[in-house]
């Protein structure tokens, strides 16, 4: 944060004047004091940073749309409310004389509209039960058709007559013989065995001669007059079922007439409701401005209602930075108000449209936060970082410990008595600490630097400790081109 970057620079500061001012105050201080902080491992990040203001994924400012005196509010300040909610309503006398009358307009357009839409649900009543005697009618006149021609080919009809005279063969045999013991005792077991014989014989008859019957069509008279009878009864109650059809159909509403009477009602309703401030979204009350007695004018601001369910954060990218912005990447969120916390964000979108003057161009980018709690709120101030890349558990050393020689990197290693120059391969640097990819360096080794700085000592895993161990120092600029065996005091800030 801007705040903790202040108080860093002034604690980076502090520390050295203390050191300074302790070291004027030793006559014998050796003018070949250097600085050093320990090689550590840790992670160090590329990132871009940002600065944005937090907004909701949603929000609503409710407005008034009449003039009024506020008659009651039902929500309050955080509440919870969905869309279609009556807010706050103002009092009816005090509306203008068009609300006042759009409540009898909108009754009289909901009747017309219930009218019409109750003549068009008669009439598709009417046309209903018209289709079904229809097809009454339609059924009995072809089961009248059908009763005229047998329905099997002759070799069916043929086969069904020789089981038939089988089967009626077989029930004469079985009646003839169950006569000869029916005179015997009911309990007798070869009669009940006979009458059982008897019994499946006749079934077998009844079931043979009712296939034949169907095969051959030999229908009866009474049959025939039945199937004519029922035709006249279909005819019958088809003709009052159309007769009934028919007169509807003058009355019935025309699409455009149902259309009509909708936009209207909408019309009314829409006017009814300027006496109410409604929500239109699903959220949480931000700004409640009106009271009970408030006298309020169209357009003036009642609510506004945020969605907080996802938070974002818009931020401006410029043109040169944007290359290196795509979505998903993550990034970290540090609110003004809550500086001792940390967020996760993502990079939720990118505009593919740059705005800008004639000399800078920036694209608007969208952070949201991932773990978003009640603390944050919307408009407070944030600071992102944007993890470009990363590296994590390597080894680090302070990003001005760094110096070049022909092309050759090099860090001064020092056991508090003699410094030695090192050569490394560097990696990933975020300007305040580097990664050390190969060199004779190992992690706690103290590295020598020609500064302080307050952020790189907490990277590092320092704790700031700003008078060494003998209860004096002086910080001076190290001297690269120190001997082996030279003697000079070491001051460490802080303990790793």
Known sequence: MRGTQISRIIGGVLILSILFISGCQKDNVSQDTVLSLPASVGTVSDTITVIGNVESAQSSEIVWRTTGVVESINVSLGDSVTAG????????????ATVIQSEVQLLEAQDSLENLLVSETAKAEAYKALRDKEKALDDAELLAEGLKYPVASQEEIDAAKRSLDGAKDAYDNAASVYQSVILRDNLDEEKQSLYETLQSTLTSYAQAYDLWLYYVNNTTENTKKQAAADIKVADAAYQTALKQFKTYESGYPSEKELLSAELTVSSAQDAYDKRSAVSDINGVITISNPRP???VTSGSTAFRIDNLDRIFIPIDISEIDIVKISDG????VVLDAESGKTYEGVVNKVSEQGNGTDTTV?????????????SIKVGMTAEIDIILSQRTNVLL???NAIFSEDGQNYVEVTDGTTTRKVAVVTGLTNDIVTEVVSGALSEGESVVVPSMDADA???LGVETNPVPADGWGAPMEPSTG???GDSSDVVEIGTF
């Open 85 to 96: 909610q009556v807010l706050a309503s103002l009092e009816k006398d005090s509306l203008p």
């Open 293 to 295: 007695g408030d006298y």
């Open 329 to 332: 990447q993550k990034a970290t």
């Open 362 to 374: 920036s694209f608007q980018t969208y952070i949201e936060i991932l773990n978003p709690d009640e």
């Open 397 to 399: 050393v302070a990003a």
């Open 457 to 459: 000592m907490e990277a």
């Open 482 to 484: 120190s001997e082996a």
